[in-house]
């Protein structure tokens, strides 16, 4: 049985037995085109350009969550969407948690966070929310911290914190650039470990 369950051993029911897998990566964002590519979607684009490199479809709708499960690194991956809203992400990463047996240390979290600048990507095997609610969200709910996570600089605004989140990148194609690049930090972790993966982003 796999050690450190979030919510004890789990009877994975027959239809979500296929979502099983050694690790699951988490985007946060907001559903919808209102939110799309907004810097606060970041954790959504990095899954979308995961799901197109290895041609995993995101079409799988369980747990207040859009799902996907496929091979990266010769290793099963579940990738994870939560569909309920940035600010209650942790309800959805709890529930497909519970339902299919998850331990911490096979979640790989996806998000923005304003207190990096720009083009920055960086990783953390546990850790605080930061001021970061959808995160917040999801160590209130898992009730752990220790879990990893790829953060996605979006730099801090001059203006309104909200308007900046919800506003599309200034620069498309440096943003783009990061993203990809917190991509390859995902596949880094999953194929080489987090401390591999942290050496050579951050």
């Known amino acids: 049985m796999l050690k450190g369950r ?14 099983a897998a050694e690790f699951y990566i988490i985007g946060l964002g907001n559903p919808g085109e209102r939110y799309a590519h907004t810097r606060h979607n970041a954790g959504f684009d990095v899954v979308s350009i995961l799901s197109q490199r290895h041609k995993i479809p995101v ?41 299919l047996g998850i331990s911490a240390r096979q979640l790989i979290l996806v998000y923005d966070d304003v207190d990096l600048p720009p083009g920055t990507v960086r990783i953390r095997a546990k850790g605080s929310a930061g001021t ?27 203006g309104e914190i909200v308007e900046h989140v919800l506003g599309e990148h200034s620069d498309k194609q440096a943003a783009f650039e990061t993203l990809m690049k917190a991509a390859d ?18």
């Open 6 to 19: 979030l919510f004890g051993a789990a009877k994975v029911r027959k239809r979500s037995a296929g979502l």
């Open 59 to 99: 079409s799988i709708r369980r747990y207040n969550a859009r799902l996907g499960t496929g091979i990266i690194k010769d290793r099963k991956v579940t990738l994870c969407m939560p569909q309920t809203y940035m600010n209650n992400s942790g309800e959805s990463v709890k529930e497909m948690a519970k339902a």
């Open 132 to 158: 970061h609610n959808g995160m917040k969200s999801v160590i209130y709910h898992l009730k752990t911290d220790e879990f990893a996570r790829v953060r996605v600089g979006i730099g801090k605004p001059d």
């Open 185 to 202: 930090a995902v596949e880094t972790i999953i194929g080489e470990g987090i401390y591999e993966a942290q050496n050579r982003f951050n």
